[in-house]
């Protein structure tokens, strides 16, 4: 007798395998490619502070004879397309979500837009009085240090290791720049903090991997 495809399995091992495919496929559904969640960022971030790099170097100097809006200009429109990509992303995956887990991503998401707003409206009444390469140096390094402390209050919020350990080596990085100085700064940041970003989605596309195998 032939058996209906969608009748329910009457073998305790079919059913098991069963829950853990709808598992899996449930968690590849829910569970966004990291990839698309950290690549963007690090990309925008080694690109255009790269660029920060080649334009003022230390000592105000030009290793690269570029124009000197470019940078910042490549810098905004690379946050911006990563912004952007992981606006959707999040959408597709987490638009069906509601609870605990919705409220806490929409007002993560205030935080960042909020803080960031607030920031740098006060850096902008305080650059001005300032020579070019500090005020670079005041823009860039606070930034960066938002990004590494909202990083760690993401990781905090979700329990996310792999979030919260990219924030603390942001937070590093940074701190190392500010030292470094005008010039230095950008260089780390383009390397460790755009390199970082890179290995950090790599890592956990492969944790997701092995958590979304039936």
Do not use: C
């Not at 058996?3 to 449930?26: K, N, V």
């Not at 905004?76 to 992981?86: C, P, R, S």
Request: net charge positive; hydrophobic share 50%; proline share 5%.
């Amino acid at each position: 007798m032939d058996l209906d495809d969608d009748s329910p399995p009457t073998d305790a091992a079919a059913a098991l395998r069963l829950i853990q495919d709808q598992r899996s496929a449930t968690a590849r559904r829910l569970d966004p490619d990291a990839r698309l969640l950290y690549w963007p960022w690090g990309v925008a971030w080694l690109v255009g502070f790269g660029l920060f790099f080649l334009r003022f170097s230390p000592g105000d100097r030009a290793l690269v004879d570029l124009p000197s809006w470019l940078p910042l200009t490549v810098l905004f429109v690379l946050l911006a397309a990563a912004g952007t990509i992981q606006a959707v992303v999040s959408v597709r995956a987490y638009g069906q979500v509601t609870g605990d887990s919705a409220r806490r991503g929409k007002w993560y998401g205030y935080a960042w837009a909020l803080g960031s707003v607030s920031i740098y409206a006060g850096l902008g009444r305080i650059s001005e009085h300032l020579p070019h390469d500090l005020a670079a140096l005041l823009w860039s390094a606070t930034a960066v240090g938002l990004t590494g402390a909202l990083h760690m209050a993401g990781g905090a919020v979700w329990l996310d290791r792999d979030l919260f350990r990219l924030g603390v080596w942001i937070s590093l990085i940074n701190l190392v720049g500010a030292f470094a100085g005008p010039g230095w700064h950008p260089l780390i940041v383009a390397v460790a903090g755009g390199g970082g970003m890179l290995v950090a989605g790599a890592i956990a596309r492969r944790r997701q991997r092995q958590r979304q195998q039936p």
